[in-house]
């Protein structure tokens, strides 16, 4: 076999156990590549042959499964942190059509009036609530605040996917149940609920096999 | 030297590995073997997701490079890490010349 064989089944045995966002993988291995390359030149130049100093190097780096799996904390992080920003950016997106939709009459009533008319608003807050203390702990500000653990961070992700769905199809049956008109501002938000409830679903199944991976590990 | 002894001050050394200048991973790895001699030899795949920790925390910085080709990713002190390696600096002075005291002091017997 010839040294970039051996590098490149290598990686390829690494890629095949890394998860998480498909960008983050391909950096991790572009970067182990590069970090391979220094290895076997570093044993090139203490005498060795070339497939002995790739042997070696391959070695010092760690069986493709312990390297994929000390990667796997700091991409259960990145795959949470992706996922609570995108719920957090595309909520306005759904929550608009239900704002204009269910809005009190008169406009400026208060909390109360607004929380009677949109009854799930509490779920909506403690998912933005969750959501945006799962970012805060799993960024810079680590260096201020307790820093979240990878299964605690995804177990947030799941925990802001499920509130998120209970609030979509909480409003839909509360508009459903209403009798309100199915005019098109009713379809617009409808639609925009379902769809984040489909989205809702294939992250909680996401976050399931994410719990397996890094259960008990603290980064 | 066991693994798990370095555990709690691995962003440490890290830190400290690149006060000198910026690195590549694998320079920063090798700096941490031979700076150690030899003490610290951890597997080299599971030290790159230390570095990506730190950089998450805004401790470190990195740019990417194409060299001969390929890419390369360098890292680099922020002055936030630079501000982090002197605090951890100071509080592991204090604890190492506690515990040196204790662990070098003669046995004497107890006073009751």
């Known amino acids: ?219 | 030297m066991r693994p798990e002894l370095l555990k709690g001050h691995l962003d440490s050394v890290l830190l400290a590995v690149l006060e000198g200048g910026p690195r590549h991973g694998y320079a920063v790895i090798e700096a941490l073997r031979t700076g150690s001699d030899g003490a610290f030899d951890l597997p080299t795949g599971t030290v790159y997701p230390a570095l990506h920790r730190l950089e998450r925390a805004g401790l470190i910085g990195s740019k990417w490079q194409t060299v001969g080709g390929r890419q390369r990713r360098s890292y680099h002190l922020t002055p936030a890490g630079r501000a982090a390696l002197r605090e951890q600096r100071a509080v592991w002075e204090q604890f190492s010349a506690a515990v040196t005291a204790l662990l070098t002091r003669h046995t004497r017997p107890a006073t009751t």
Do not use: K
């Open chain 1, 1 to 219: 076999m010839t040294t970039e064989a051996q590098v490149s089944g290598y990686l390829t045995r690494v890629a095949a156990e890394l998860p998480g966002p498909r960008r983050h993988r391909a950096r991790i291995l572009a970067e182990l590549r590069d970090g391979l390359d220094h290895a076997v030149a570093a044993h090139t130049r203490t005498g060795l042959p070339s497939d002995q100093a790739v042997t070696a190097a391959l070695d010092e780096f760690g069986s493709p499964h312990t390297v994929a799996e000390a990667f796997a904390p700091e991409l259960a992080i990145a795959y949470a942190r992706r996922t609570v920003a995108v719920f957090i950016l595309t909520g306005p997106l759904v929550g608009i059509w239900w704002l204009l939709l269910l809005r009190p009459d008169p406009w400026r009533t208060g909390a109360l009036a607004l929380l009677l008319a949109i009854p799930v608003l509490p779920l909506i807050v403690a998912a933005a609530l969750t959501a945006a203390t799962t970012l805060a702990t799993t960024g810079r500000l680590i260096r201020w605040l307790p820093e979240t653990a990878p299964d605690r961070a995804i177990l947030a992700v799941g925990t802001v996917a499920a509130l998120v769905l209970l609030g979509d199809a909480g409003i839909i049956a509360v508009y459903a149940y209403s009798g309100g008109p199915l005019h098109p501002l009713a379809f617009l938000a409808i639609l925009a609920s379902l769809s984040r409830i489909v989205c809702g679903i294939v992250t909680i199944r996401h976050t399931i096999a994410w719990r397996a991976r890094v259960r008990g590990t603290n980064g």
